[in-house]
């Protein structure tokens, strides 16, 4: 496929750094790329899907909004994967707790994507895929959020084709096989990195719990920890 794509306006590979954060939140982007980047450049705004490409530490990263769900996520990280030479995305996103151990603003680490999608249909498997993150990338973040003196935990997510529903998920059985939370994208991402031969994590902080959640706005600017945390792993690749 020629450059721009259908949905990133990059002209070419150059615009892009081989190493992507993608919160779902295109807003969420912008702040990263405000606050944390210098020599910040746009290059995506097709469909206000905000894209911008900066340095952090003296290497250049880029950040890309997602928007919500495996098929938009499907897009954005296939087409930068497949056609922009891009080699990771962390995604950096929110998520709802579903352990009873997870509070709001806790950091998790998806070192799986269990989920209810059918997005590995295309694929004609005899059997059922397993999502996982790139294990470099998530030893790298690990290792980053311990020298922040963070808090974390690393497991099994799922990655939800619903948010309301008339059969909403049942957490209590997914909390017996150790689910920590829920979210909407990284099945998806996780699968694409693996077809293309490439490297994929998610970092996910709570953003509510049953009878507690977060505004718009904290979940836009407020997740700081995990932005540092996506930043310093991108800039030790």
């Known amino acids: 496929m020629s450059l721009p794509t259908p949905h990133i306006g990059a002209k070419s590979k150059d615009e892009i750094a081989k190493t992507v954060l993608m919160p779902g939140d295109p807003l969420r982007a912008k702040f990263i790329a405000d606050t944390f980047l210098t020599d910040t450049r ?4 097709i469909r206000g899907m905000l894209g911008f490409t900066g340095k952090y530490e003296g290497r250049e990263v880029s950040v890309q909004g997602s928007g919500m769900g495996m098929p938009s996520i499907g897009i954005y990280s296939y087409e930068l994967f497949a056609f922009y030479g891009v080699e990771n995305i962390i995604r950096a996103g929110t998520a709802g707790g579903i352990s009873p151990e997870m509070k709001v603003r806790d950091l998790v680490f998806g ?8 997005f590995q249909n295309q694929y004609n498997l005899p059997g059922t895929f397993s999502p996982i993150a790139d294990f470099e990338l998530l030893r790298t973040a690990v290792s980053c959020a311990e020298k922040r003196n963070l808090k974390y935990k690393v497991g099994n997510i799922l990655s939800s084709d619903v948010f309301y529903g008339d059969n909403a998920e049942k957490s209590a059985n997914w909390q017996k096989l150790g689910i920590l939370a829920v979210e909407m994208e990284a099945a998806a991402l996780y699968m694409n990195a693996a077809r293309l031969g490439k490297k994929a994590l998610a970092i996910l902080t709570i953003s509510d719990v049953p009878g507690k959640a977060t505004s718009a706005e904290e979940r836009e600017r407020a997740f700081t920890d995990m932005m540092l945390v996506a930043l310093d792993t991108a800039a030790r690749l």
């Open 111 to 118: 070192m799986g994507a269990s989920t209810n999608s059918n």
């Open 42 to 45: 746009q290059y995506n705004s």
